[in-house]
T-cell receptor, first 112, second 116 residues
Framework: AQSVTQLGSHVSVSEGALVLLRCNYSSSVPPYLFWYVQYPNQGLQLLLKYTTGATLVKGINGFEAEFKKSETSFHLTKPSAHMSDAAEYFCALSTGRRALTFGSGTRLQVQP | EAGVTQFPSHSVIEKGQTVTLRCDPI?????LYWYRRVMGKEIKFLLH????????ESGMPNNRFLAERTGGTYSTLKVQPAELEDSGVYFC??????????????FGPGTRLLVL
């Protein structure tokens, strides 16, 4: 069985500060990992994904994530938060069965 | 290109009633998924269609839920009779197909279901 754990259901940062959203996974086979973002009243939008190859993955809107197998982590970062980054972020995993296994989500608040 | 659309956006029904949710995937996408997020919990997989066939329905909670995808285009998810614990947000997603397991799933905005 696989699982995804997102540490912190709510994270608050100041505008311009570093954003760090944590994601740890458990999987018995090599996983594919995803970060999705949900803005209010919208669907989930893919930010970035890790499949194979380079462990540092760059996504849209200045976000990136690093796959660390030894730590079973896939944390999402952005050097400088913007007000428009306020949303809910979901880490997800797939192991070939095609269905995604999601974490419980982290709501990011950006303070002016 | 239109994205994944879902109808209705909100539905409020009483316990014991029937509700039908609809999902229109991106045109040409063979794979269609249903997910559900119960309040405060994680998004959970319900089932997966490849064209009109059910590929995986291991996430369906019970036989009160019936999903169809006639003709391999849009899909409906019927809940009959609805119970209080069915309240939540129902998401639909689609992906192109072609055998790659890491292909991107594109999500709709969800249907917010409240059962009173």
């Amino acid at each position: 069985a696989q699982s995804v754990t997102q540490l912190g259901s709510h994270v608050s940062v100041s505008e311009g500060a570093l954003v760090l959203l944590r994601c740890n996974y458990s999987s018995s086979v090599p996983p594919y990992l995803f970060w999705y973002v949900q803005y209010p009243n919208q669907g989930l939008q893919l930010l970035l994904k890790y499949t194979t190859g380079a462990t540092l993955v760059k996504g849209i809107n200045g976000f990136e994530a690093e796959f660390k197998k030894s730590e079973t982590s896939f944390h999402l970062t952005k050097p400088s938060a913007h007000m428009s980054d306020a949303a809910e972020y979901f880490c997800a995993l797939s192991t070939g069965r095609r269905a995604l296994t999601f974490g419980s989500g982290t709501r990011l608040q950006v303070q002016p | 290109e239109a994205g994944v659309t879902q109808f209705p956006s909100h539905s409020v029904i009483e316990k014991g009633q029937t509700v039908t949710l609809r999902c229109d995937p991106i045109s040409g996408h063979d794979n269609l998924y249903w997910y559900r997020r119960v309040m405060g919990k994680e998004i959970k997989f319900l089932l997966h269609f490849v064209k009109e066939s059910k590929q995986d329905e291991s996430g369906m909670p019970n036989n009160r839920f019936l999903a169809e995808r006639t003709g391999g285009t849009y899909s409906t998810l019927k809940v009959q009779p609805a119970e209080l614990e069915d309240s939540g947000v129902y998401f639909c997603a689609s992906s192109q197909g072609g055998g790659r397991v890491q292909e991107t799933q594109y999500f709709g905005p969800g249907t917010r279901l409240l059962v009173l």
